[in-house]
């Protein structure tokens, strides 16, 4: 997997301006140094988003939600990380290299990937061409016209037509014979067996390119539009097409601004269209197969509310049982998933063309949420008033209990279970199969803790976002120091800790990065004394990292960029909401860095010379060196400084 190298992300944050960026998506106002807003992740009233335009990151005091460009984009735009740092560098007129040179076969199956997503989308235009153009098109827009849909969003969706015959598209394009090999690696065109002849896979039929989540064309279904059959048919699996992960749809819909935390999950093409036309854009649709647990992991990613929609007839309870069966293991706590089982002869597309999609909203208010459906599904034929019932349904359930994700959820899936039962919840855990426990050597408890940051792996798959900063928040009178708080010189152990958040002022280290994320410069123009790195001051490891990057990035928003790039620990989480205050004077700032140089340089003599006369009998030139060094020291802290 070629990578993107941190040195083109900090360049492309550089270039980036974060205010411009989300004011284009998120209006916001001017207040003193900073931007504000309402918060887009989260609903409230009163503006608690913050845009800092100096250190170009975001905060909400709300959710706590926090990052730069990059992390913005993820999170709004529902993008992976590479697909957010490709817009940013289109924005900045950047192109996005590799950190290894290309090889030859690097090369060869880029294009040929390349040339599969190229053929693609001219048969995509050569199909919505022939729904304008074609001799029998009437067929085909009478079709659409009679379902409701509009010139509009067939054109959104961009909706073609196969023409009848064999050779429409082989001719159409002007397929070579490594054209027509290409066509048929596309799942464009089939081949007999007996005969070896090619002809188009897709005849006399609707067609509904599939795209993915970077829009591009990837497959097609088709509708026939006479007596044939299958009524519908879908591209064959490809290099670039794999429908157990693909769900139509989702492109449309993150194009469409829509910012529901809901996504509907229904079974066709058409109901897709139709809702989108009807104010439902949040809808997506799985392509002729069951939802798979690889559907399920990518709905997650989008939002936290799935719901799916299933005919009420026994073919649809069958699909929900398979879907619930796939979700589970998805399930982590906070996402919830509802089962919508329409009325007979409904589907999503008929009830918002008859009762508009207010019928639809209502419904989902009374949908089964996942657990009522588990329990009831396996409750079925049982008699929960006799103890054979409640036993049997244990027995059914237990399996169950442990496939989500999420703890709270499978804890709370074991409680209600315990309800129906009648048992206790310490007897259904015991009755749980024991796991053999892996042997692992004891951590010690961290709070809230953190997943790295991903490898900046650039493909097209999705890949997990930006760490979710800690938002514990720090007293409000100590955020940041004061200009007249002098650097403490007895260097404080951490402070002590309640229900996870540390309380307490901060510690000269961390005082110090505030200062540095205001005046990067500081740490190369006065750079930290040698053996800092062994002086027990509490957050030196922070401060050393932080003045590292300094000596790399000397704008305060290249700073930080750089330092959101990579997990830096709770302190410097914390932090983030402090260096939202505004900073000190620059002469100020200065005059705490250099003073706190000149304790840490008295710390680490004094450190030095005790360590030559722990050692027994010192080298006497060495020893009256430290000791002429910590009297120089010692004077020049106690001096004024210029």
Not at 56 to 61: E, I, K, S
Not at 473 to 489: A, H, R, T
Not at 540 to 564: N, S
Request: hydrophobic content about 35%; aromatic content about 8%; proline content about 8%.
């Amino acid at each position: 997997m070629a990578r993107i190298p941190d040195n083109f992300i900090q360049d492309l944050l550089a270039r980036t301006d974060l205010v411009e960026l989300i004011d284009a998506r998120v209006p916001l106002k001017k207040t003193g140094r900073n931007y504000s807003a309402c918060c887009p992740f989260h609903q409230e009233k009163t503006p608690s988003f913050t845009v800092a335009p100096d250190k170009q990151f975001y905060y909400c005091f709300g959710c706590g939600a926090k990052g730069n460009a990059v992390g913005f984009l993820m999170e709004y735009e529902h993008m992976n990380f590479p697909e957010a740092v490709k817009q940013l560098a289109s924005r900045a007129g950047m192109e996005v290299p590799e950190s290894r040179p290309e090889t030859a076969a690097d090369r060869q199956r880029k294009d040929r990937l390349q040339s599969l997503y190229d053929l693609l989308s001219r048969a995509e235009h050569f199909y919505a061409q022939q729904l304008r153009q074609a001799p029998e098109k009437q067929k085909a827009v009478g079709y659409l016209k009679n379902r409701g849909l509009s010139g509009e969003i067939a054109k959104r969706f961009a909706l073609g037509f196969a023409p009848p015959g064999f050779d429409n598209l082989i001719n159409g394009l002007s397929l070579t014979e490594a054209g027509l090999e290409q066509a048929l690696t596309a799942g464009l065109l089939v081949r007999r067996d007996d005969t070896g002849r090619v002809y188009d896979k897709f005849r006399d039929r609707i067609i509904f390119p599939i795209r993915d989540t970077r829009g591009r064309t990837i497959g097609f279904g088709g509708r026939v539009l006479g007596d044939g059959k299958p009524k519908y048919l879908n591209s064959p699996e490809t290099p670039v097409f794999h429908k157990g992960e693909e769900l139509y749809g989702l492109w449309e819909w993150r194009q469409s601004r829509d910012r529901s935390d809901r996504l509907y999950v229904v079974e066709g093409y058409m109901d897709v269209i139709a809702l989108h036309q009807y104010g439902v854009p949040n809808v997506v649709a799985t392509l002729g197969t069951a939802t798979t647990e690889d559907h399920a992991r990518k709905l997650f990613r989008q939002v936290d509310e799935v719901i799916l929609c299933f005919d009420g007839d026994k073919a649809g309870v069958r699909a929900a049982w398979r879907a619930l069966e796939s979700l589970l293991p998805a399930l982590d706590d906070g996402k919830q998933v509802r089962f919508l089982f329409l009325p007979d002869g409904e589907d999503p597309d008929t009830l918002v063309r008859t009762q508009g999609p207010e019928a639809l909203r209502a419904m989902t208010d009374k949908a089964d949420a996942l657990s009522t459906y588990l329990f009831r599904h396996l409750s079925e034929g049982l008699d929960l008033n006799t103890v054979d019932g409640r036993a049997r349904l244990a027995r059914l359930a237990l399996p169950y209990l442990d496939k989500p994700a999420g703890p709270v959820y499978r804890a709370l899936l074991t409680e209600e279970l315990a309800q129906l039962t009648r048992l206790d919840k310490e007897s259904l855990i015991q009755l749980k199969p024991v796991k053999p426990a892996p042997a692992a050597t004891p951590q010690p408890a961290r709070t809230n803790q953190q997943t790295s940051y991903p490898d900046h792996g650039f493909d097209s798959g999705d890949m997990p976002p930006p760490p979710d900063w800690d938002d514990a928040p720090l007293p409000d009178d100590n955020y940041y120091p004061g200009d007249d708080i002098p650097v403490s010189q007895d260097m404080p152990s951490p402070s002590r800790r309640e229900n996870g958040r540390r309380k307490g002022p901060l510690t000269m280290a961390e005082r110090l990065v505030l200062v540095l994320l205001d005046y990067p410069s500081l740490a190369e123009n006065l750079p930290l004394p040698d053996g800092v790195e062994r002086l027990p001051v509490p957050h030196i490891d922070l401060l050393i990292r932080v003045a590292g990057e300094c000596k790399k990035h000397q704008h305060p928003a290249a700073l930080m960029g750089a330092l959101m790039a990579h997990e830096q620990g709770e302190s410097f989480s914390q932090l983030l909401k402090a260096s939202l205050k505004p900073p000190m004077a620059e002469a100020m700032a200065t005059r705490l860095w250099q003073d706190a140089l000149s304790q840490l340089e008295v710390a680490r003599l004094e450190a030095a010379l005790m360590e030559v006369e722990q050692a027994g009998i010192p080298d006497v030139a060495h020893w009256q060196a430290l000791h002429k060094a910590l009297a120089e020291a010692r004077q020049h802290a106690r001096k004024p400084f210029d």
